[in-house]
């Protein structure tokens, strides 16, 4: 038996923190906070780790398991956290690969293999193998942020294993370090072991062997004859008949693993040639049973993947922003469920053939045409983007009740499925719940989830009553309780029903033969706990609300307590989109450090701790909330690049505000939070305004002083500020629009305020301003003080603002995003009713009234043949950015580019401060700069955003321009 006991392990201990200081070289992180980040994985459950290790190289990894062998402390392997079913979360040392141990290390094109260190992602892997023309072809949805060392240790699978087989298919080799210190590549090896195999492992091996010849015909008789099987252990690599047919490769026991035998330090995998053409075809059914009887007769025709979207997933994607296009693409009339058929190859014209045999077999199956055939690749990048969102559209549900993953990934045959499928949603009946399906038809594999809320002791016995019926049928159709997410905490206990008593003790027999200890992951696999004990979920039985919060905005769209904050914030389901490799937007300042406590999900875990009295009182103003949120830029990406809406901009400000009512505000953020109320002043003296920048000393001095970055340049002041009397006055064929000119532009580039009043009198219109009261400060979006927490002075200048503009109604013209989408975004949260929602509607960038509009402009073609156009944060999360590159676009003979990036790093007052300098360039680094050097120097670069706009100039050398002066150029 196990003689490290995880329930006596030392949370926090300080002693065993330093240890790990002094002996490794990697990053130890032992705060309440930095535990609490690392106790969630994407499934119910939530285990405090005693602490978590960053390791920068695998010599870290062996100190750090050396000292916990020493200290009885358990090591738990983590990649992404996004595990389904508890595997990554444990009374453990954490050791975290993915910030430093994720490389390429070698590359054999010649024989298809490749190793790499166990932190890098799928997605990062297959974007190195581009150039070669291969990639590995395991691809499950989580692509994008699931590194290889958790596919390894899940037996991953993904949508293409009908094609490519599962993890365990695809790695040729393992190189373990194991629980008592020792290191071996576990690969295909010779029935004689030789001299080459340490004594130690090759005694180790034998054993395995000789268990595998014990079980065989046990093992041939309790696995199910099932691709999708993940549950238990490989223990059928260990057979006499596996070695006879060549699948004796000692790596399959390792894959599926779970981190409870060895921690991987490389994997060698096998990789396959791309097929760079692809055609869908997305078959509409009338009825869930009917997509279920079809998947057998669909894979007759090759296809690389068969996909099922049902009708719970076609109406929350159609709530969602970024997926409402794409699902009124693919669906025709009102079905019950899809099938997404791919096909892949080297032409298009085979692959037009195969879908018209895809309508054909529809025709035959009695659906003539129900197919939506898919060819265009930006199509069906947006096609595979929902389905990879499955989960997430899934989790979108508000309130308590989610659908819950604890029967997810069971697999049956195909002429079963029909028959299963129906008989599981009669299950949920009788617990009166329904359940929501996705995933892999063409394998027999969907994602299953009864909506349940795990607050509700009642609903926490429903799980189990459903579990057991659910494995029950499983077994009956002789098919797979765990196909694709492994056992972890919701399923090990029932690999014993599943395989049989004698199958589980030969599990627990491998697992004490590589760890007799119990060091590596204890509980997982073999002697679990029980999958319902309330102790180890995330809504433990003493999880509440604490009562103390008062929300400063409106989270009345969301129920729950703290005026629906908290429901909000547990909207994060930690799947960990936030993660990806290749983000839009989200999350930039993860993608500039790699740290957990600086990503939309690492924030979002931080808040729920803080409401919830899991981080001692007042936490919502505390150290480690403020810390967690102080590379937060406010970029807005998560609002709408999660796909549960998780918006931690807004959450920041609710932060922001519980600190300043607590602690006040420093003398930077009051400096630039009122801004606007001394702007007009400085502009009256813009030479002791700007002096900052000119007098030696002063910058230095400022950043002593006020923490400003003496290497930063600061907005300059001008003489010439916009002044709201200036504009011209036609009658204006079109009507009127308000303009709402905004701090930056009005005193630090008032040409593009001008600018886009000139244009719009161009196009026709009468340009007005709303005005305050005469005497009266102009009017504020409130931006900077919300930046600051100052929400109440904030909902002042908001309601000041919105008294003025609502004695029109005529449409309200911005040019800065910050400024104008404030309107949109933070107005009805500051003053819920009918006069902000009324504002979100005909508050407008000046590119978006464009697009809808439409107006008759003469325009020539200008000097520069091509633009090259960030796009701001807020254009982006606001899916405005296309308006933007459509009004350049009308300028004649202009070649519009837009750069691919992130956030430019400056985010208001960000990148000027001294503690975020760094950060601010990295953030700038990661792919505007490059992209902004390497335009050549007769392009214009282009930048809706002043602080967009000032980043590339102090960075790069060039000088952006906002895209109404590149129109404002090109009038006739």
Request: a neutral charge; aromatic letters at 6%; proline letters at 6%.
């Amino acid at each position: 038996m196990n003689a490290i006991n995880p329930s006596a392990a030392r949370i926090g201990d300080s002693r065993l923190g330093e240890r790990l200081r002094r002996e490794t070289a990697g990053e130890v992180l032992w705060t309440a906070g930095d535990r609490g980040r690392y106790a969630t994985d994407a499934s119910i459950y939530q285990v405090e780790p005693v602490g978590v290790l960053i390791p920068r190289t695998i010599a870290d990894v062996e100190a750090a398991m050396a000292i916990c062998r020493e200290e009885g402390v358990p090591v738990l392997p983590r990649g992404g956290g996004t595990s389904q079913c508890g595997q990554t979360v444990n009374r453990a040392l954490v050791i975290d690969c993915t910030k430093y141990l994720r490389d390429v290390v070698v590359v054999d094109p010649d024989a298809r293999t490749a190793r790499v260190q166990p932190g890098i992602a799928l997605g990062a892997l297959n974007d190195a193998l581009k150039k070669h023309g291969l990639f590995f072809p395991v691809d499950p949805s989580t692509w994008a942020r699931c590194t290889i060392g958790g596919m390894a240790g899940n037996n991953s699978c993904g949508s293409k294993s009908i094609r490519y087989g599962l993890m365990a298919d695809n790695v040729l080799g393992i190189d373990a370090l194991l629980a008592d210190g020792s290191r071996f590549r576990f690969g295909e090896l010779p029935d004689n072991l030789g001299g080459d195999v340490p004594a130690g492992i090759a005694d180790l091996i034998q054993r395995l062997r000789a268990l595998g010849a014990r079980e065989a015909e046990e093992i041939a008789a309790r696995f199910p004859e099932q691709l999708r099987r993940v549950g238990g252990y490989n223990l059928d690599a260990l057979t006499p008949a596996a070695r006879a047919a060549g699948r004796g490769n000692l790596a399959r026991l390792l894959v599926g693993s779970e981190g409870t035998l060895a921690f991987s330090a490389a994997i060698d995998l096998k990789l396959w040639p791309v097929k760079p053409r692809k055609a869908l075809g997305i078959c509409q059914f009338p009825t869930f049973r009917a997509a279920m009887a079809a998947s057998q007769h669909l894979v007759t025709l090759d296809p690389e993947a068969v996909e099922l979207v049902d009708r719970t997933m076609i109406d929350l994607g159609r709530s969602i922003p970024i997926f409402r296009a794409t699902i009124d693409a693919i669906v025709r009339g009102e079905p019950d469920s899809l099938l997404i058929v791919e096909f892949h190859g080297q032409e298009d014209a085979p692959l037009a053939r195969r879908l018209d045999a895809l309508e054909e077999m529809m025709g035959d199956l009695g659906y003539p045409g129900a197919v939506v055939r898919c060819i265009d690749p930006g199509f069906q990048a947006a096609v595979a983007e929902v389905r990879e969102a499955g989960l997430n559209i899934m989790m979108s549900m508000k309130g308590d009740g989610k659908p819950v993953s604890f029967i997810e990934d069971c697999a049956v045959a195909l002429p079963d499925l029909a028959d299963y499928t129906e008989r599981l949603n009669q299950v949920f009946e009788r617990h009166g719940t329904k359940g929501t399906w996705y995933a892999h038809a063409s394998v027999g594999c969907l994602h299953v989830r009864p909506v349940l809320n795990m607050k509700d002791p009642g609903d926490v016995r429903r799980m189990r009553e459903i579990a057991e019926e659910c494995f029950a049928l499983v077994r009956e159709y002789k098919g797979s309780h765990s196909g694709e997410h492994g056992d972890g905490i919701v399923r090990s206990e029932f690999n014993e029903p599943m395989f049989g008593p004698r199958i589980a003790r030969a599990f627990e027999a491998v697992k004490d033969a590589f760890d007799p200890a119990g060091l590596l992951n204890p509980g997982r696999v073999v002697r679990p706990p029980r999958m319902d004990d309330r102790a180890l979920f995330r809504y433990h039985p003493d999880y509440h609300a604490d009562a103390t919060v008062t929300p400063a905005l409106d989270w009345s769209a969301w129920p729950g307590p703290q005026g629906g904050l908290l429901g909000a914030v547990e909207m994060c389901n930690n799947n960990g989109t936030c993660r990806k490799f290749d983000a839009g937007v989200m999350c930039p300042s993860f993608r500039a450090t790699r740290d957990e406590q600086h990503l939309t999900r690492g924030r979002a875990n931080t808040l729920r701790l803080a409401l919830t009295g899991q981080l001692g009182p007042d936490a919502l103003a505390s150290e480690e909330v403020h810390a967690a949120l102080s590379l937060c830029v406010s970029c807005k990406g998560c609002r709408r690049e999660c796909p549960t809406g998780v918006d931690m901009a807004k959450m920041k400000i609710e932060a922001m505000a519980a600190r300043a009512r607590t602690r006040g505000v420093t003398a930077k953020d009051r400096l630039i939070a009122t801004l606007p109320r001394w702007a007009p002043f400085a502009g009256m003296a813009p030479f002791l305004a700007n002096a900052r920048d000119r007098v030696p000393g002063l910058a230095a001095l400022s950043e002593r002083l006020l923490g400003l970055a003496a290497g930063r340049s600061l907005p300059r002041f001008r003489h010439d500020a916009f002044h709201d009397a200036e504009l011209p006055a036609p009658d204006g064929r079109e009507g009127e629009v308000i303009l709402f000119p905004d701090v930056f532009n009005r005193h630090f580039e008032p040409e593009n305020l001008r600018a886009a009043a000139r244009v719009l009198t161009a196009a026709g219109y009468r340009v007005a301003v709303a005005r305050p009261p005469k005497g009266a400060r102009p009017l504020d979006d409130g931006r900077t003080l919300l930046a600051a927490g100052l929400v109440e002075e904030a909902r002042a200048e908001a309601k000041r603002t919105l008294d003025a503009l609502s004695a029109f109604a005529s449409p309200v013209i911005g040019i800065e995003p910050s400024s104008l989408l404030t309107l949109r975004d933070e107005f009805p949260a500051l003053l819920p009713g009918e006069a902000a929602r009324a504002l979100v509607d005909r508050a407008l960038l000046l590119s978006e009234f464009l697009a809808r509009e439409k107006p008759r402009l003469a325009l020539k073609p200008i000097a520069a043949p091509a633009a090259h156009i960030h796009g701001h944060c807020h254009q982006k999360s606001f899916g405005a950015f296309p308006a933007a590159v459509a009004m350049l676009s009308l300028v004649p003979d202009l070649k519009v580019t837009p750069i691919t990036s992130s956030c430019c790093g400056m985010a208001g007052s960000f990148g000027y401060e001294a503690e975020h300098l760094e950060v601010s360039k990295a953030m700038a680094e990661l792919s505007l700069l490059p992209a902004v050097r390497a335009a050549p120097a007769e392009h214009l670069i282009v930048a809706d955003g002043t602080s967009c706009r000032h980043q590339i100039a102090d960075l790069s050398g060039r000088t952006a321009l906002h895209s109404v002066r590149v129109l404002e150029m090109a009038l006739a």
